[in-house]
T-cell receptor, first 111, second 113 residues
Framework: KQEVTQIPAALSVPEGENLVLNCSFT??????LQWFRQDPGKGLTSLLL?????REQTSGRLNASLDKSSGRSTLYIAASQPGDSATYLC??????????FGKGTSLLVTP | DAGVTQSPTHLIKTRGQHVTLRCSPI?????VSWYQQVLGQGPQFIFQ???????GRGNFPDRFSARQFPNYSSELNVNALLLGDSALYLC????????????FGPGTRLTVL
């Protein structure tokens, strides 16, 4: 059974800092990995999708990397802004039809 | 283009009642998945439907059922509601079954009293 862990559970940084969110998974036989953003009480917004054959994906100030062999992914956020405050979720797709989610990292960017 | 839509936004029910949640996928998407998210946890997979057939089912009791219609919209039904069913119910759509990129709707907040 795939287990997805996200560290840290919560993070508070001043505006302008670069930061890294971590995701680890126990079964390296994945098809893809998605990073999502969730605002309080809202749905999930897809940020980046990395296929198992890829090493990284970039979108604007976001960069996600994937090391399948070690079961790790990182989400790098450059020049953080207060509007980046949200919960960030990592989800892994294996051989089944379900996404397996971590519990998320709650990010607060202070002005 | 419209994203994934869900209705209703919020719902309050009492124990033992029945509830139906609705989801319309992104135009052109043929797969719909349902997830349950309780406070402080990541979403948990309930069902995936593709071309009106169930393709995957998570570890949920038989009180949970779903179906997909010819226009690819979907309903999630929950019978005999329990307090523990209180959660945010999320619908996701994708082009195909399984492991395509998933796009989520805003969710339905269900409160069971």
């Amino acid at each position: 059974k795939q287990e997805v862990t996200q560290i840290p559970a919560a993070l508070s940084v001043p505006e302008g800092e670069n930061l890294v969110l971590n995701c680890s998974f126990t079964d390296s036989a994945i098809y893809n990995l998605q990073w999502f953003r969730q605002d309080p009480g809202k749905g999930l917004t897809s940020l980046l999708l990395i296929q198992s054959s890829q090493r990284e994906q970039t979108s604007g100030r976001l960069n996600a990397s994937l090391d399948k062999s070690s079961g790790r992914s990182t989400l790098y956020i450059a020049a953080s802004q207060p509007g980046d405050s949200a919960t960030y979720l990592c989800a892994v797709a294996n051989s089944g039809y379900a996404l397996n989610f971590g519990k998320g990292t709650s990010l607060l960017v202070t002005p | 283009d419209a994203g994934v839509t869900q209705s209703p936004t919020h719902l309050i029910k009492t124990r033992g009642q029945h509830v139906t949640l609705r989801c319309s996928p992104i135009s052109g998407h043929k797969s719909v998945s349902w997830y349950q998210q309780v406070l402080g946890q990541g979403p948990q997979f309930i069902f995936q439907y593709y071309e009106k057939e169930e393709r995957g089912r998570g570890n949920f009791p038989d009180r949970f059922s779903a179906r997909q219609f010819p226009n690819y919209s979907s309903e999630l039904n929950v019978n005999a509601l329990l307090l523990g069913d209180s959660a945010l119910y999320l619908c996701a759509s994708s082009l195909g079954p399984g492991r395509d990129e998933q796009f989520f709707g805003p969710g339905t907040r269900l409160t069971v009293l």
